[in-house]
């Protein structure tokens, strides 16, 4: 069965806001002199700058095939969300590399989505490697009659998952919960590309989630996910001391 993910509802279609990319946090921003000011700077104040197409799978990107590619695997800031689809990192690295990648990013996605992404669409495109994005450490995900991504924002007394408010208290109440879960799901990740004979590449993100740069003020910008694209384009051409 295909895997579930956010943007899957989107399938097939073409948006002109996603998540905090949203029509009111922009009028919101626009509102606000300083942040007005940033927008106009960096060009997100022109109509339509930035839309967000679907393929019939909901990622964006062309519809699959079974061309040679790599996959790119991540949350928003793999996705693009706030910036154009051309800017985004897998675009750029796939720009760089001169190799097609696959866009599998999804919004709010834990690393245990990237995990159930990668299982099914390793055996289901003509994959040559794999780099992932790693999403922050904190979020993981939780079957409740759908696969659900819960973040620490999240309010859990919402119906549906109220079970899990006195979990998700103890959960993040230690750290080393997710720095566990984060671990099993990069060696998981791991064992599951040497299995294809594919490479695994993977960054943390470290120094890159506080850009807020994009137009919602929250993603990454557009300088930022070049950065984050030449960072894996030296790892994987094996640039990197």
């Known amino acids: 069965m295909v895997p579930t993910h956010f943007n899957q509802k989107f399938a097939s279609t073409t948006q002109l806001w996603d998540g905090?990319?949203?029509?009111?946090?922009?009028?919101?921003?626009?509102?606000?002199?300083?942040?007005?000011?940033?927008?106009?700077?960096?060009?997100?104040?022109?109509?339509?700058?930035i839309t967000y197409k679907h393929n019939s799978q909901g990622f964006r990107d062309a519809e699959f095939d079974q061309?040679?590619?790599?996959?790119a695997l991540g949350c928003s800031h793999t996705f693009g969300t706030?910036?154009?689809?051309?800017?985004?990192?897998?675009q750029q690295l796939q720009n760089l590399l001169g190799q097609k990648i696959w866009n599998l990013g999804s919004g709010g996605a834990a690393?245990?989505?990237?995990?159930r992404l990668l299982e099914y669409w390793i055996e289901n495109l003509n994959v040559k490697f794999v780099v992932c994005a790693v999403p922050s450490i904190s979020r993981y995900e939780?079957?409740?009659?759908?696969?659900?991504?819960?973040?620490?924002?999240?309010?859990l007394n919402i119906k549906g998952f109220d079970f899990l408010e006195e979990y998700?208290?103890?959960y993040l109440l230690y750290d080393q919960n997710?720095?566990?879960?984060?671990?099993?799901?990069?060696?998981?990740?791991?064992?599951?590309?040497n299995k294809h004979d594919v490479p695994f590449y993977y960054d943390l993100m470290e120094g890159f989630v506080d850009a807020r740069l994009a137009?919602?003020?929250?993603?990454?910008?557009?300088?930022?996910?070049?950065?984050?694209?030449?960072?894996?384009?030296?790892i994987i051409k094996g640039n990197n001391t």
Not at 82 to 90: I, K, L, R, S, Y
Not at 111 to 115: E, P
Not at 142 to 155: A, E, K, Q, T
Request: aromatic share 8%; glycine share 4%; proline share 6%.
């Open 20 to 49: 905090t990319d949203s029509e009111e946090n922009f009028r919101t921003n626009c509102a606000i002199e300083k942040n007005y000011k940033k927008l106009k700077d960096l060009g997100w104040l022109e109509p339509n700058v």
């Open 67 to 71: 061309q040679p590619a790599g996959i």
């Open 142 to 155: 939780v079957f409740n009659g759908n696969w659900s991504n819960i973040l620490p924002s999240m309010p």
């Open 111 to 115: 690393l245990d989505t990237c995990y």
């Open 82 to 90: 706030g910036v154009p689809v051309e800017h985004a990192w897998p």
């Open 168 to 170: 998700q208290k103890n």
């Open 178 to 193: 997710s720095e566990m879960n984060q671990r099993k799901n990069l060696q998981a990740m791991q064992h599951i590309c």
């Open 215 to 234: 137009r919602d003020l929250q993603h990454c910008g557009t300088d930022t996910q070049e950065k984050l694209a030449n960072k894996f384009f030296n």
